[in-house]
């Protein structure tokens, strides 16, 4: 069986299972990271010498990086991949080539999304999150939080344009730039005591996938 090390209030974790539950994949979750500690103990190192969560156990393959983890899943089991990669048979019928289709022009649109939110929007929301989820409120930098939270709001705003008539953020269907961009979507739609622009083709978007039982189950929770 699959396991998957890491918390299940981490963002990139969540994202992990938000994947395997949309592909009816099985998998075990260890704790790990903040509270949870074993990160830094050299059993974990030697598999993950970021000291970062998650990690990814496939039998005697191991991978870490949270959007690498989610390719990997929809190629090996999704039935994404070339003509005889992966286990089709083992995922849910249908899924798999929505959430990361050959075609290399979808595929490329739905990775630059995939990249987009390592590169430029985690590191703008980051603040934005720690400031009101992880800081006591007498600490809180309130200003900053906003300035960093206007930071953010231009980059939604980039989305909102491009959702402009769009169920999903690329292709017919939902994909895995959905679970990325929803993930860190609900740090920032969902936090009380920040000033946002209008995004109204983004809430559009996001209404839908919170309806989806995966999100139900790995995003929706409190945020901690």
Known sequence: ??????????VNVQKV????????????????????GRNNEPAYLAMNPNGRVPTLEDG???????????RY????????GLPGSGNPASAKPGSGPGLYPAEPRLRA?????????????QPAERS?????????????????????ADACGKLWQMLD??????????????????????AYCRRYLDL??????????????????????AFQRYVAPALT
């Open 128 to 148: 934005v999150f720690w400031g009101l989820v992880r800081t006591p409120a007498a600490e809180r930098d309130m200003a900053a939080i906003q300035a960093a």
């Open 192 to 213: 009380d005591g920040i000033q946002r622009p209008a995004l109204p083709n983004v809430q559009k978007w996001y209404d839908g996938l919170k309806r989806r039982p």
């Open 161 to 182: 344009a491009h959702l402009a008539g769009r169920a999903y953020a690329e292709g017919e269907a939902f994909s895995l730039a959905d679970i990325v961009l929803g």
């Open 73 to 80: 899943l929809a190629l090996q089991y999704g039935g994404a």
């Open 17 to 36: 299972l938000w994947c395997c539950d949309e592909l009816g994949l099985p998998y075990e979750r260890i704790d790990a990271g903040l509270q949870f």
């Open 109 to 121: 649109s739905i990775d630059r999304w995939l990249d987009w939110t390592l590169s430029t929007l």
């Open 60 to 70: 005697d393959f191991v991978l870490w990086e949270s959007n690498s983890i989610l």
């Open 1 to 10: 069986m699959i396991k998957i090390w890491g918390r299940v209030n981490s």
